[in-house]
């Protein structure tokens, strides 16, 4: 079982790009999750999928999107980047049917730099 | 909405002392609570999953405690070790997305 899986592992952007962050859950999970990390913070709640659809969002900018494929797998989008925007962005995936029984499984994060 | 706090936000131990992490949070109405670890530049680890009914958990040389009417809970871990050096994090469920604290970064000395 490879676990939640994400890529790339860095990135770095400047200032209006567009970025786009893949995550693949772990094996027979079903709900995907997108957390971003400032440094020396706990993760924060970007928004959730499930059954390709967003089923709950944090308090993020509509620049960022995300969508969720039929085998599971989702992306993250983040237009107009900003310098704050600079962070590690974290996919937890999970089965939606066990959701507050079964804990969130983190992949690796993908480390992003705005210039 | 739902504020988690965790302090001390960074502590040191000589090897082999029990450490003890607080958690606390001002939404009762959870679903569990998590433990988890993460290493520097690295995704979490979960290292123990609380159930809103539950009081405690343990797992090896980690135990973790759940005061749900308070607001609190508590990860010992006995014996540390230097691989215990990491930023502990706690979160707690509701709404079906975790709500984190900052943190708490340990180093354990040898």
């Known amino acids: 079982d490879a676990g939640v899986t994400q890529s790339p592992t860095h990135l770095i952007k400047t200032r209006g790009q567009q970025v786009t962050l893949r995550c693949s859950p772990k094996?027979?999970?079903?709900?995907v999750s997108w957390y971003q990390q400032a440094l020396g913070q706990g993760p924060q709640f970007i928004f959730q999928?499930?059954?390709?659809?967003?089923?709950q969002r944090g308090n993020f900018p509509d620049r960022f999107s995300g969508h969720q494929f039929p085998n599971y797998s989702s992306e993250l989008n983040v237009n107009a980047l900003l310098l704050g925007d600079s962070a590690l962005y974290l996919c937890?995936?999970?089965?939606?049917?066990?959701?507050?029984?079964?804990?969130?499984?983190f992949g690796p994060g993908t480390r992003l730099l705005v210039l | 909405k739902q504020e988690v706090t965790q302090i001390p936000a960074a502590l040191s131990v000589p090897e082999g002392e029990n450490l003890v992490l607080n958690c606390s949070f001002t939404?009762?109405?959870?679903?569990?609570l998590q433990w988890f670890r993460q290493d520097p530049g690295k995704g979490l680890t979960s290292l123990l999953l609380?159930?809103?009914?539950?009081r405690e958990q343990t797992s090896g040389r980690l135990n973790a405690s759940l005061d749900k009417s308070s607001g609190r809970s508590t990860l010992y871990i006995a014996a540390s070790q230097p691989g215990d050096s990491a930023t502990y994090l706690c979160?707690?469920?509701?709404?079906?997305?975790?709500?984190f604290g900052a943190g708490t970064t340990v180093t354990v000395r040898a």
């Open positions: 094996s027979g999970h079903d709900t």
């Open positions: 939404d009762s109405a959870i679903y569990n």
């Open positions: 999928y499930y059954e390709e659809e967003e089923r």
């Open positions: 979160a707690v469920v509701n709404d079906y997305k975790l709500s």
């Open positions: 609380i159930q809103s009914s539950q």
């Open positions: 937890a995936s999970r089965l939606g049917r066990l959701a507050g029984i079964e804990t969130q499984y």
